[in-house]
């Protein structure tokens, strides 16, 4: 019996060696005729670890691996052009906080007042009610 390729997407790429790929499908539902989305989840070996989360792939199946590992991966189809925008902000906060490290650390070598923490005024107490 030959073997059967798919080609998936990567839904988690957290254990080592070890893709999650949704194979997704379309079908019409006998009675009613409905069309609806299915998907098969197949959990696949990829020894170089050259897949990534989003990352369109092409697996083929394969003796069993482990309890839930019967596909391996042949090839990278095309690679995800997802942005990680939580990683993009941190870093955007670091660079943020070393710019504003560096001016205070000027300003300090200079002598003059540090842009970090302004001088507020003196507060008074005229014009409020006791």
Known sequence: MPKR???GTVTSAA?????????PRVIRHAKYGKIM???TVCH???EDETSKLGDMVEIIECRPRSRLK?????RVVSKSTAVDVASLRSGARA????????KAEAA???GGPSPAS???APRTTEGRAK
């Open 5 to 7: 390729m798919e080609t």
């Open 15 to 23: 254990s080592s060696k070890t893709r999650r790929v949704e194979i």
């Open 37 to 39: 989305h299915r998907r």
């Open 44 to 46: 696949v070996h990829d």
């Open 70 to 74: 019967r596909w391996e991966l042949v």
């Open 95 to 102: 660079t943020q906080m070393r710019e504003s490290a560096a």
């Open 108 to 110: 300090a070598a200079t």
């Open 118 to 120: 302004p001088k507020s």
